[in-house]
């Protein structure tokens, strides 16, 4: 099994919806708060949504509202629900634990959103 997993990515037009999945390996899910982050070109990796195991959630500011991120613990997934899209949240989104080290974690391919204007 694959450590980490990003599907569901894809081209949809600005006010479209799109539903990211994410399947991740026992060691990187359980018991760990989990993210979502995004890195549009040219720019840095940014988390903009993470849940804790109990299901706590938090945004970021730029998607608060549009974005609903949730966890099947049994399955050792993470979903991000996207709607509203705006042209600006085209990039390639990830998903991993939540780690003050992040930038040194192993990280999946990704998942490409582009929206159009």
């Known amino acids: 099994q694959e450590p980490l997993v990003e599907s569901g990515g894809g081209l949809v037009q600005a006010g479209g919806s799109l539903r990211l999945s994410c399947a991740a390996s026992?060691?990187?899910?359980?018991?760990?708060?989990m993210g979502w982050y995004r890195q549009a070109p040219g720019k840095q990796r940014e988390l903009v949504a993470r849940?804790?195991?109990?299901?706590?959630?938090y945004y970021a500011d730029s998607v608060n509202g549009r974005f609903t991120i949730s966890r099947d613990n049994a399955k050792n997934t993470v979903d991000l629900q996207m709607n509203s899209l705006k042209p600006e949240d085209t990039a390639v989104y990830y998903c991993?634990?939540?780690?003050?080290?992040?930038?040194?974690?192993?990280w999946g391919q990704g998942t490409q959103v582009t929206v159009s204007s």
């Open positions: 991993n634990r939540i780690s003050p080290s992040w930038r040194l974690l192993f």
């Open positions: 026992g060691s990187i899910f359980m018991n760990n708060a």
């Open positions: 849940i804790t195991p109990g299901g706590r959630t």
